[in-house]
T-cell receptor, first 114, second 112 residues
């Protein structure tokens, strides 16, 4: 059972458009939500992360929106560029238990067309 | 900035052989994690170490073991390799606080 559900599985966006990837979680104890970007054959790279005490966090063209009551969070990529074409993973972690293992979503393959 | 270093980057082994993967965390990071990523799948947590002690265990087969040494580097030892062990193996490191985990480039293990 996937504890963090991610959608869509794949996404095609035109250059300059907005890419939106959604994640939902069940475990209300999760309190740290990072997003990772992964290029083929490379390690996941931390993009941006959010804690539940804020509803939105923006870093450059990347924005996380967080809805605690709905147990959902999403990544928005503004002005999407061909170089953004990669697989994106959302993840979650419960910091209070002391566990540091990230639980990942299933990933979204983003393709930005020029 | 220094990143997580993993070696080797590629490894080809035959069934029933053993393999050792090495990870050198970012300097001053006190926690190391190992993840396994199959083709087209998300990374799955295997095991982690904090200050050289095992801190958490995930879906790591009994055939695998790991340890963290006094210089904080970690090794993942894999024995009796099976075809299904073919995957990318990532090491990540972090400070206990804050929680950001930084991943290495991975070791691609192919078992034939």
């Amino acid at each position: 059972q996937q504890q963090v559900k991610q959608s869509p599985q794949s996404l095609i966006v035109q250059k300059g458009g907005i890419s939106i990837i959604n994640c939902a979680y069940e475990n209300t104890a999760f309190d740290y939500f990072p997003w990772y970007q992964q290029f083929p054959g490379k390690g996941p790279a931390l993009l941006i992360a959010i804690r539940p005490d804020v509803s939105e966090k923006k870093e450059g063209r990347f924005t996380i929106s967080f809805n605690k009551s709905a147990k959902q969070f999403s990544l928005h990529i503004m002005d999407s560029q061909p170089g953004d074409s990669a697989t994106y993973f959302c993840a979650a972690l419960d910091m209070d238990t002391g566990r540091r293992a990230l639980t990942f979503g299933s990933g979204t393959r983003l393709q930005v067309q020029p | 900035a220094a990143g997580v270093i993993q070696s080797p980057r590629h490894l080809i082994k035959e069934k029933r052989e053993t393999a050792t993967l090495k990870c050198y965390p970012i300097p001053r990071h006190d926690t190391v994690y190992w993840y396994q990523q199959g083709p087209g799948q998300d990374p799955q947590f295997l095991i982690s170490f904090y200050e050289k002690m095992q801190s958490d265990k995930g879906s790591i087969p009994d055939r695998f073991s790991a340890q963290q040494f006094s210089d904080y580097h970690s090794e993942l030892n894999m024995s009796s390799l099976e075809l299904g062990d073919s995957a990318l193996y990532f090491c990540a490191s972090s400070l206990l606080r804050p929680y950001e985990q930084y991943f290495g480039p991975g070791t691609r293990l192919t078992v034939t």
